[in-house]
């Protein structure tokens, strides 16, 4: 199974709209996290937003803040008043588990391009 | 936070040849991770390098095709090996932010195009 699904390959949203992008994810751990990346066409990869699986309440930054709806394994992504420079690639990852080296693995969605429209 | 740069930010190479890529975290880090972003692609993990240990490879990733080095805790290289042209990719280092920030930290990337 997808440890992190993206269902939404591209959303246009009209310039100071809100949007969501959504996210849901597959995991067994109880201890975890989730994290919302943004890509623009220059490559770098811009941490949003973070929510760990403990956290009751739902992680904000700003514009961006994630709705973290556990029971459902949903993690998605709310932007506020959109503007052009949020036109970009939006990476929903996660965080989980330990393996024999003792490490965390990130695992990433297959993303979704946001086009902003003036 | 941790400040991460790499070089060279972009190469074009021949097919056969190989590059190493160099990867600078300005603090000392326990773990870095190399990831692969191939065309129109999300990130795939390709190994972790921990100093002073042989690197843990993904499925699918293979030593003699990314050779990893991490001499000490501040740096670490990636050699892609007789490249073809399905290694054009971003290849992007990454650290996990340490003292309780929950960031990965990401550099800028190497662009790699082979021919």
């Known amino acids: 199974a997808q440890k992190i699904t993206q269902t939404q390959p591209g959303m246009f949203v009209q310039e100071k709209e809100a949007v969501t992008l959504d996210c849901t994810y597959d995991?067994?751990?109880?201890?975890?996290?989730l994290f919302w990346y943004k890509q623009p066409s220059s490559g770098e990869m811009i941490f949003l937003i973070y929510?760990?699986?403990?956290?009751?309440q739902n992680a904000t930054e700003g514009r961006y803040s994630l709705n973290f709806q556990k029971a459902r394994k949903s993690a998605n992504l709310v932007i506020s008043a959109s503007q052009l420079g949020d036109s970009a690639m939006y990476f929903c990852?996660?965080?989980?588990?330990?393996?024999?080296?003792?490490?965390?693995?990130?695992?990433f969605g297959i993303g979704t391009k946001l086009q902003v429209i003036p | 936070s941790a400040v991460i740069s790499q070089k060279p930010s972009r190469d074009i190479c021949q097919r056969g040849t190989s590059l190493t890529i160099q990867c600078q975290v300005d603090?000392?880090?326990?773990?870095m991770f190399w990831y692969r972003q191939q065309p129109g692609q999300s990130l795939t993990l390709i190994a972790t390098?921990?100093?002073?240990?042989?690197?843990?490879?993904e499925s699918g990733f293979v030593i003699d095709k990314f050779p990893i080095s991490r001499p000490n805790l501040t740096f670490s290289t990636l050699t892609v090996s007789n490249m073809s042209p399905e290694d054009s990719s971003i290849y992007l280092c990454?650290?996990?932010?340490?003292?309780?920030?929950?960031?990965?930290?990401f550099g800028p990337g190497t662009r790699l195009t082979v021919l």
């Open positions: 990852a996660m965080r989980e588990g330990r393996n024999s080296g003792g490490y965390q693995k990130v695992t």
């Open positions: 603090s000392q880090v326990t773990m």
């Open positions: 929510q760990g699986s403990y956290d009751e």
């Open positions: 990454s650290v996990e932010g340490a003292g309780g920030i929950n960031e990965q930290f």
């Open positions: 995991t067994s751990d109880q201890s975890y996290g």
């Open positions: 390098a921990n100093q002073g240990s042989e690197a843990t490879y």
